[in-house]
C-alpha cells in the first residue's frame, strides 16, 4: 500500500523511504519492508472492524434485567455493618439507637422515624440500602456473570448447516463479548438495576456511598 505525501512547496512526491522524487519522472517507490514496530494501515483496519462492528451493536440495545433478584447480585458484596448504619445516621440526620440492621446481605437496614412522635408512641418507620463504590463494582461483577450466563444458555449446543454439525459456542470470541456487556453494564447502570430490582427509591451520594429508600 502505497503511502503519499505531497509537498507544495516542492511539487515532489514523498514516500516513506524517502523525500526528493520529482513528480516528473512518473514513479514512485514503494517500500521494500516494512520498519520494525510499525503497523501498517491496513492491518490496522483489519483489527478494528470486529471492535466497530461491537461499538455499533451497542447503540441498538438498552439493557433488560428480567428474572433478576437482590440476592443473587449481592452474592460474595460483603456484608453490611455499623460502618454503614453511622452513613445513614448522618444522611438521616437520626441518631444510632433508631436504626435496625435487617438484611446484612442486600444491605437493607430499618430506619425508626421519630419526627412524627418524640414520644416514642407508634412510631413509623421506613427501609433503606446502602452500598459504597466497591461494593456496586462487586455486584456489576455479579450482574455481568449472569448477563453472559444467560446469553451461553440461549445458545443451541449444536447447528446443522447444508449438513455440517457445527457447535456455535465455538465460534464466539468471548473476550468481545464480555466487552459488550462490559459497555452496557456501567458503574451508574447497575446503580439503576439495583434501583429496579429493590423497587426502592435511589436519594443519592454521600462520600463513597450511595442511599436508596422505600420512604414515600
Same mark, same amino acid.
Given at each position: 500500500?502505497?503511502?503519499?505525501?505531497?509537498?507544495?512547496?516542492?511539487?515532489?512526491?514523498?514516500?516513506? &523511504?524517502?523525500?526528493?522524487?520529482?513528480?516528473?519522472?512518473?514513479?514512485?517507490?514503494?517500500?521494500?519492508?516494512?520498519?520494525?514496530?510499525?503497523?501498517?494501515?491496513?492491518?490496522?483496519?483489519?483489527?478494528?472492524?470486529?471492535?466497530?462492528?461491537?461499538?455499533?451493536?451497542?447503540?441498538?440495545?438498552?439493557?433488560?434485567?428480567?428474572?433478576?433478584?437482590?440476592?443473587?447480585?449481592? @452474592?460474595?458484596?460483603?456484608?453490611?455493618?455499623?460502618?454503614?448504619?453511622?452513613?445513614?445516621?448522618?444522611?438521616?440526620?437520626?441518631?444510632? &439507637?433508631?436504626?435496625? %440492621?435487617?438484611?446484612?446481605?442486600?444491605?437493607?437496614?430499618?430506619?425508626?422515624?421519630?419526627?412524627?412522635?418524640?414520644?416514642?408512641? =407508634?412510631?413509623?418507620?421506613? =427501609?433503606?440500602?446502602?452500598?459504597?463504590?466497591?461494593?456496586?463494582? /462487586?455486584?456489576?461483577? @455479579?450482574? %455481568? #456473570?449472569?448477563?453472559?450466563?444467560?446469553?451461553?444458555?440461549?445458545?443451541?449446543?449444536?447447528? @446443522?448447516?447444508?449438513?455440517?454439525?457445527?457447535?456455535? %459456542? /465455538? #465460534?464466539?470470541?468471548?473476550?468481545? %463479548?464480555?466487552?459488550?456487556?462490559?459497555?452496557?453494564?456501567?458503574?451508574?447502570?447497575?446503580?439503576?438495576?439495583?434501583?429496579?430490582?429493590?423497587?426502592?427509591?435511589?436519594?443519592?451520594?454521600?462520600?463513597?456511598?450511595?442511599?436508596?429508600?422505600?420512604?414515600?
Amino acid at each position: 500500500m502505497k503511502i503519499l505525501k505531497f509537498n507544495e512547496q516542492q511539487s515532489q512526491v514523498q514516500t516513506p &523511504q524517502g523525500q526528493g522524487q520529482s513528480q516528473s519522472q512518473g514513479q514512485v517507490q514503494t517500500p521494500q519492508s516494512q520498519p520494525q514496530g510499525q503497523v501498517q494501515p491496513f492491518q490496522v483496519q483489519a483489527q478494528s472492524q470486529n471492535l466497530s462492528a461491537i461499538k455499533s451493536d451497542i447503540k441498538t440495545y438498552k439493557v433488560n434485567t428480567p428474572g433478576l433478584k437482590l440476592d443473587e447480585i449481592t @452474592n460474595d458484596v460483603s456484608y453490611a455493618s455499623n460502618i454503614h448504619k453511622k452513613v445513614l445516621v448522618t444522611y438521616f440526620k437520626t441518631n444510632i &439507637q433508631y436504626i435496625d %440492621l435487617l438484611d446484612k446481605k442486600k444491605h437493607i437496614f430499618k430506619i425508626n422515624d421519630i419526627t412524627g412522635d418524640i414520644m416514642n408512641n =407508634n412510631r413509623a418507620f421506613f =427501609n433503606a440500602m446502602i452500598f459504597d463504590d466497591n461494593e456496586i463494582k /462487586s455486584v456489576r461483577d @455479579n450482574v %455481568l #456473570y449472569y448477563a453472559m450466563g444467560d446469553f451461553y444458555a440461549g445458545l443451541p449446543d449444536m447447528l @446443522n448447516v447444508f449438513g455440517i454439525e457445527m457447535k456455535p %459456542l /465455538s #465460534y464466539i470470541d468471548k473476550e468481545e %463479548l464480555k466487552y459488550v456487556f462490559e459497555q452496557h453494564i456501567s458503574f451508574d447502570e447497575t446503580v439503576n438495576i439495583m434501583t429496579n430490582i429493590s423497587k426502592f427509591k435511589y436519594l443519592g451520594k454521600i462520600q463513597e456511598f450511595h442511599v436508596w429508600t422505600d420512604k414515600k
